[in-house]
């Protein structure tokens, strides 16, 4: 059977840097799929040493799924950042820089691994709240919480029009029903050149353009394939990628 451990993650800010520059003013309004790499590689203890832990998240093995639930407010803060890296001296400069953060996001992550073993190592450590190192929303000192949801089972569905809980990559996308939409007063927004997948040497492979609600609406759209998710209360749509 089809199985996904369900959780939630938020914190105070976030920041996911933009694709072209190794550090960025501006930020996704979400997670990029390679950063939620990273912080399933820390509640699960894998070493960043030579980037090992992406080879437990090479292209296919790691299947996920992502839901707003909270609207996207984005805040721009004046920041210090450092010219280089070391000891901080005293005749250092500093750059004041406006960076733009997401104040206080939260999201929930849809997580399916073809290694049974990571898999439960996942869900042992998010039944007991704790990780092997911190896990943060995109930049060290930005600490992030965690809440384990539950273990559920899915199935996958082909082509239709339906109610789409989670983000939507364009790969899946065929067409809105305006309809719905238009009566909920959806509120989308498209996040381009979005990071799918990452090879060891830190390169990203693959990129997508993502559709999401800017409120964490549901999105009422003709999609390729989706996955419904059975809660405890409710049957839930989303798209793994």
């Not at 590689?41 to 639930?69: M, R």
């Not at 809660?231 to 749509?237: E, S, Y």
């Amino acid at each position: 059977m089809n199985q996904v451990l369900v959780f939630d993650i938020w914190g105070r800010y976030a920041h996911y840097k933009k694709i072209y520059a190794t550090t960025s003013a501006v930020s996704y309004c979400i997670p990029t799929k390679t950063s939620i790499y990273g912080y399933l590689g820390a509640i699960l203890g894998l070493s960043k040493e030579q980037n090992t832990y992406l080879k437990y998240f090479a292209p296919g093995k790691c299947q996920i799924a992502l839901q707003v639930l909270r609207p996207i407010v984005m805040q721009r803060i004046n920041t210090n950042l450092r010219a280089g890296l070391g000891r901080m001296k005293a005749t250092d400069n500093r750059k004041p820089t406006t960076v733009e953060y997401i104040y206080q996001p939260k999201y929930r992550l849809y997580v399916s691994h073809d290694d049974d073993s990571i898999f439960r190592q996942l869900e042992q450590h998010l039944l007991a709240h704790t990780s092997v190192y911190t896990p943060t929303l995109g930049l060290a000192y930005l600490l992030s919480n965690f809440e384990y949801i539950g273990k559920h089972p899915y199935s996958t569905h082909s082509t239709n029009t339906v109610s789409i809980e989670s983000i939507i990559p364009r790969q899946a996308f065929l067409a809105f029903d305006f309809t719905h939409s238009f009566d909920q007063q959806n509120e989308i927004i498209e996040q381009s050149q979005y990071a799918l997948e990452m090879d060891v040497g830190r390169n990203v492979i693959k990129r997508d353009d993502i559709l999401l609600d800017r409120k964490g609406q549901a999105i009422y759209a003709e999609v390729q394939a989706y996955q419904s998710v059975q809660m405890v209360d409710k049957l839930v749509n989303i798209i793994l990628f």
